[in-house]
């Protein structure tokens, strides 16, 4: 990390030096972190922005490290858009650097109440970072993102408004339906277990009890008591289904399942769920809509 670091910050003095007018012709060049945030930007900017991400599918953000290649896209980006909250914990110091090189880089999660934001003393913002987990949170970030762009890219600001009502109308309509969907779960059947904790802002918005056999950040490793604590609340809840992640090594959850069976008692694993990345590009759930709306009928198949 500190040679990505040192690479960076000699780029950035170069690319400083150098800096040129840019063509007002030219496609806004737009850097992203996560898959969600990817897909958001890509849904107001369509093909009048050019969007690179720099995690793909199955990828957990909390490890991530930047490649020499994600350098080059920094370094040449107009504007960057990241979760912060400190979801992209190896990334945090390269994006330090980079504001103090008066690059333009924006934090998403910046733009949410801490009001509304869940508290957490284990994580090193001190806030809960999984916000796309809760539709409000996202539809506020949309609203951002769409003012974001348009200030960035003026020419285009009527179709990124257009682009982005539309897509807004879209998460209206996911809001509606899993609501639907969820309401045939009852509610003392609602417990979510996961391989870590990514799901509170689901729980608290559809009434879920939700608990992880890691923290926050898949960074914190579960010991043996974490897992034997977790099995006994599994038997003692009778809870039907536990769930893997698709970022997260499926090890964990199997060790689980066994120390349920370990007392004679039985677990399903219930599916994989996407938690910090999404799908694979051109899959349903390779979307922020279609991810939500394939997490849910897992969780609620495997528990009714």
Request: with cysteine.
């Amino acid at each position: 990390m500190k040679k990505i670091v040192l690479i960076l910050t000699i780029s950035l003095i170069l690319f400083s030096c150098k800096q040129e007018v840019k063509d007002p012709n030219q496609k806004l060049n737009v850097v992203t972190t996560t898959t969600m945030i990817t897909d958001l930007v890509e849904n107001i900017g369509g093909d009048l922005i050019t969007v690179n991400g720099l995690m793909g599918s199955g990828v957990d953000p909390h490890l991530y490290k930047a490649s020499e290649g994600d350098v080059t896209k920094l370094v040449n980006a107009d504007v960057i858009f990241y979760n912060g909250l400190h979801l992209e914990g190896k990334l945090v110091e390269v994006f330090e650097k980079m504001g103090r090189q008066d690059m333009k880089t924006i934090a998403i999660g910046e733009v949410l109440d801490k009001n509304i934001l869940i508290g957490s003393d284990y994580f090193a913002s001190n806030y809960d970072p999984h916000i796309w987990f809760s539709i409000n949170n996202w539809k506020q970030v949309a609203t951002f993102t769409i003012k974001k762009l348009k200030e960035l890219d003026p020419k285009n600001a009527e179709a990124f408004e257009t682009n982005g009502k539309a897509y807004l109308e879209k998460l209206d309509k996911l809001e509606t339906q899993l609501k639907t969907t969820i309401e045939t779960l009852p509610i003392e059947k609602r417990i979510l277990v996961t391989a870590h904790d990514a799901f509170s802002y689901f729980g608290k918005e559809y009434e879920f009890n939700v608990v992880g056999l890691q923290g926050l950040s898949t960074a914190t490793e579960a010991g043996v008591q974490d897992v034997q604590k977790l099995a006994s609340f599994i038997i003692e809840n009778e809870v039907k289904a536990i769930f893997v992640e698709t970022s997260v090594p499926k090890r964990t959850i199997e060790a689980l399942q066994a120390a349920v069976k370990s007392k004679d008692h039985e677990v399903t694993i219930g599916g994989t769920l996407y938690s910090d990345a999404l799908g694979n590009p051109g899959t349903i759930e390779g979307t922020y809509i279609g991810m939500f709306e394939y997490n849910v009928n897992t969780i609620i198949n495997a528990l009714k």
